[in-house]
């Protein structure tokens, strides 16, 4: 569990790097078969998926009646969390596998239980940040607004992850 512990905690960082809705997302494979996710076309040098383009709408489309803040919908808070979660689980996957490799151990990655944590905290957050912040006023401080976010679910407040995920952040937290 301790090898994930630094791994999980890029869970804010990967949000604060999520794209949001109104961009093209690529998934793109290298010839080392990684996968990244990126908001600009793949290097020549790999395999490329265009995933997703979403016309853009004006400020604040949002319905009037919508739990989410001017500028947010439905959509937008899936796409977060939905490239929230790849962009967390692979460097969680790729550190964990270095620190098997250091120590000459043979244990797995722990993939379908952290992915369910992961996947849960990321939509979890993507909603609190649709139906608390503006989205220019969210785009404005992203940085901030989810280092807050995510210290008050690690400290057992909204979001608080659950399972491996929340065994390994509150690891890394206390260290």
Not at 111 to 131: D, F, I, P, Q, S
């Amino acid at each position: 569990m301790r090898k994930i512990a630094a791994s999980c905690a890029l869970l804010l960082a990967c949000m604060a790097g999520a794209p949001l809705a109104h961009a093209v997302m690529f998934k793109c494979i290298g010839n080392n078969g990684s996968v990244t996710y990126q908001e600009v076309p793949c290097p020549q040098t790999g395999d490329e998926k265009k995933l997703k383009e979403v016309p853009a709408g004006p400020p604040g489309a949002a319905a009037s009646k919508s739990a989410f803040k001017e500028g947010w919908n439905a959509s937008d808070i899936t796409a977060m969390a939905d490239a929230c979660v790849p962009g967390a689980m692979e460097p969680a996957r790729r550190d964990f596998q270095a620190a098997v490799k250091a120590q000459g151990s043979d244990e797995q990655f722990p993939e379908a239980e952290l992915a369910a944590a992961v996947k849960a905290m990321c939509a979890c957050l993507a909603r609190r940040v649709g139906a608390t912040y503006a989205r220019a006023d969210f785009q404005a401080n992203r940085q901030a607004i989810l280092k807050k976010m995510n210290d008050e679910a690690i400290a057992g407040g909204a979001c608080k992850p659950e399972g491996a995920l929340g065994e390994a952040m509150q690891k890394s937290r206390s260290q």
